[in-house]
C-alpha cells in the first residue's frame, strides 16, 4: 500500500516514528474510503470519504465480516446476509453455477498457492530434499480434484501473464521415482519427519494438505498436519515458525 506521509508524520511520535500503532486500527491512503470501525476477528466497517478526489463511490457504507468457513460464507449468501462472498471452496462454486440468485464471478488472477520450504530447519535446507518434496506434489490431481479446473499449474515465480515470465526452468512435473532418488542422494534413504501448517480459513488447502500428505508416504516422508485458525497462521507465516506452511500471495512487477 502508498500511505499518506503527512498523516503518518502527523501521528508518528518518538517511540513510533513509522506510526505503526495508529495504523493497526486506522487508514493513511488516498482510497474513496474511510475505516469507521475495526473488530479483529469479526468485522470492519469502512465508510465513503467527503473529501475523496475521484468518483463518489457507489456504497455510503460497506461491512466486512470475517467467516471462518466457507461453508457457513456460502449459506449467508445464499439467505442474502450478505451481498459478495469470497473465497469459496471450488465444489462450492460448481454449485452455484445454476443459481439464479447468485453470480459466479471468476477470471485469472495473479495470486499463487505454494508451500513455503524454511530452510532454517533440516534437512528442508538440502537442496535435493526440497527438489523431491517438489516432485512429489501430485499438482495434476490437485487442479482436477481439490481446484475443479479453477486454477492452472505454477511452473514459474509469477503467472505467466506477467512481463517477464518464463516457463523455460521449469521441470518439476509428479515424479515419485525421481523424488526417491534424490532423498537417497541427499542421505534420507528412509524419508524423515516434519511438520506441515494451513490457514483453516482457506477452504482448498486441507484437502490439498492430505493429500499432499499421502504422496509424500510414497517417498518415505511423514507429515504432522497442523491446521492453524487464520491468526495464528498468519503469525506462524510472518515469523517463519514452523518447517512448511502454505502461502498464498500475488507478485508485484513494475
Same mark, same amino acid.
Given at each position: 500500500? @502508498?500511505? $499518506? ?7 508518528a ?7 505503526r500503532? =495508529?495504523? &493497526?486500527? !486506522?487508514?493513511a491512503?488516498?482510497?474513496p474510503? $474511510?475505516?469507521? /470501525? @475495526?473488530?479483529?476477528?469479526?468485522q ?6 467527503a $473529501? ?9 457504507t #460497506? =461491512? ?21 462472498? *469470497? ?20 477470471? /485469472?488472477?495473479?495470486? %499463487?498457492?505454494? @508451500? ?8 528442508? &535446507? ?15 490431481q490437485?487442479?482436477?480434484? #481439490?481446484? *475443479?479446473?479453477?486454477?492452472?499449474? %505454477?511452473?514459474?515465480? %509469477? ?9 523455460e526452468f521449469?521441470?518439476? &512435473?509428479?515424479?515419485i521415482?525421481k ?7 541427499a ?6 519427519? +516434519? ?6 480459513? !482457506? ?6 494438505a492430505? %493429500?499432499? *500428505? ?26 517463519? +515458525? #514452523?518447517?512448511m506452511?502454505f ?8
Amino acid at each position: 500500500p @502508498i500511505f $499518506d506521509a503527512t498523516k503518518c508524520k502527523e501521528m508518528a511520535t518518538t517511540e513510533d516514528p513509522w506510526a505503526r500503532a =495508529f495504523l &493497526d486500527t !486506522n487508514v493513511a491512503g488516498f482510497g474513496p474510503y $474511510d475505516l469507521k /470501525e @475495526i473488530t479483529r476477528g469479526q468485522q470492519l466497517v469502512a465508510t465513503a470519504r467527503a $473529501d475523496y478526489y475521484g468518483e463518489k463511490p457507489f456504497f455510503e457504507t #460497506v =461491512f466486512f465480516r470475517e467467516v471462518p468457513a466457507s461453508g457457513t460464507r456460502l449459506q449467508l449468501l445464499r439467505g442474502g446476509a450478505v451481498d459478495i462472498a *469470497q473465497g469459496l471452496s471450488p465444489t462450492e462454486m460448481k454449485s452455484l453455477a445454476g443459481a439464479t440468485d447468485a453470480t459466479v464471478t471468476s477470471v /485469472e488472477a495473479s495470486q %499463487m498457492l505454494w @508451500i513455503e520450504l524454511n530452510t532454517a530447519f533440516a534437512p528442508l &535446507d538440502n537442496a535435493k530434499v526440497r527438489q523431491a518434496l517438489n516432485y512429489a506434489m501430485p499438482k495434476r490431481q490437485v487442479l482436477e480434484t #481439490v481446484l *475443479q479446473g479453477y486454477g492452472k499449474k %505454477m511452473t514459474a515465480v %509469477m503467472p505467466l501473464f506477467y512481463p517477464g515470465a518464463t516457463d523455460e526452468f521449469y521441470h518439476f &512435473d509428479e515424479d515419485i521415482e525421481k523424488a526417491k532418488t534424490l532423498l537417497d542422494e541427499a542421505g534420507f534413504p528412509n524419508g524423515f519427519e +516434519t511438520v506441515l501448517a494451513y490457514n483453516a480459513g !482457506n477452504p482448498v488447502e486441507e484437502p490439498i494438505a492430505i %493429500m499432499y *500428505q499421502t504422496a509424500l508416504k510414497q517417498i518415505g516422508v511423514t507429515v504432522e498436519l497442523k491446521k492453524l485458525p487464520a491468526g495464528t497462521f498468519f503469525d506462524s507465516l510472518t515469523k517463519r +515458525t #514452523v518447517r512448511m506452511i502454505f502461502n498464498l500471495d500475488a507478485p508485484w512487477t513494475p
